[in-house]
């Protein structure tokens, strides 16, 4: 059992400039989930796939971010045009079930700084 | 709408006396809460989840919760602390139906010797 992986850990950009982040979920977890955590709070919700469909997005998904599943394994998420606000640690979690009570397993996240 | 309060940003014990971590909860409907670990550098981890069974649940490493509808409260407790408890700790709610996770903003457990 590898766990739920996040690639890059790090990232350093300029404002302005686009980036890419890649979460390979646990095999065979039907849900994945990112979550955005700034410093002093606590993760907070984004977006979630059930399989490749993306059932849900908070309204602090703005147009700048897109998210993607296609194949219903792993997801990228996408900020554009990336501003000093959006520096924050993005993470990923999955789960196997389809309730909201089943263990959501987190990986190690991405720690995006924007200069 | 739902919500946790976690009532200190910091708390700290001496190893081997006992830890108590406050949370309180807002909710309109019947919550499930849990408790997830955070260690440096580490991915977040359940410790423990209460889902509308038993109001007192027990988790890893000795770790338990009790579910107390009266007031409200999830908090988190532990008899004896050990060094490798030192961690942040985030208070969870969600609701039946949805499955999002509104997390709180997190205690920070600190352990001396």
């Known amino acids: 059992d590898t766990g739920v992986s996040q690639d890059p850990r790090h990232k350093i950009t300029k404002r302005g400039q686009n980036v890419t982040f890649r979460c390979d979920p646990i095999?065979?977890?039907?849900?994945l989930y990112w979550y955005r955590q700034t410093l002093g709070q606590g993760p907070e919700f984004l977006t979630y796939?059930?399989?490749?469909?993306?059932?849900?997005k908070s309204r602090l998904l703005s147009d700048r971010f897109s998210a993607e599943r296609p194949k219903g394994s792993f997801s990228t998420l996408e900020i554009q045009r990336t501003e000093q606000g959006d520096s924050a640690m993005y993470l990923c979690?999955?789960?196997?079930?389809?309730?909201?009570?089943?263990?959501?397993?987190f990986g190690p996240g991405t720690r995006l700084t924007v200069l | 709408a739902q919500s946790v309060t976690q009532l200190d940003s910091h708390v700290s014990v001496s190893e081997g006396t006992p830890v108590l971590l406050r949370c309180n909860y807002s909710s309109s409907y019947s919550p499930s809460l849990f408790w997830y670990v955070q260690h440096p550098n580490k991915g977040l981890q359940l410790l423990l989840k209460?889902?509308?069974?038993?109001?007192l649940v027990k988790g890893i490493n000795g770790f338990e919760a009790e579910f107390k509808k009266s007031e409200t409260s999830f908090h988190l407790t532990k008899p004896s602390a050990h060094m490798s408890d030192a961690a942040e700790y985030f208070c969870v709610v969600t609701l039946g139906g949805y499955s999002t996770l509104t997390f709180g903003k997190g205690t920070m457990l600190l352990v001396s010797p």
């Open positions: 095999s065979e977890h039907n849900r």
């Open positions: 796939f059930q399989n490749e469909a993306q059932l849900e």
């Open positions: 979690a999955s789960s196997q079930g389809t309730t909201p009570t089943d263990t959501q397993y």
């Open positions: 209460y889902t509308s069974a038993a109001t």
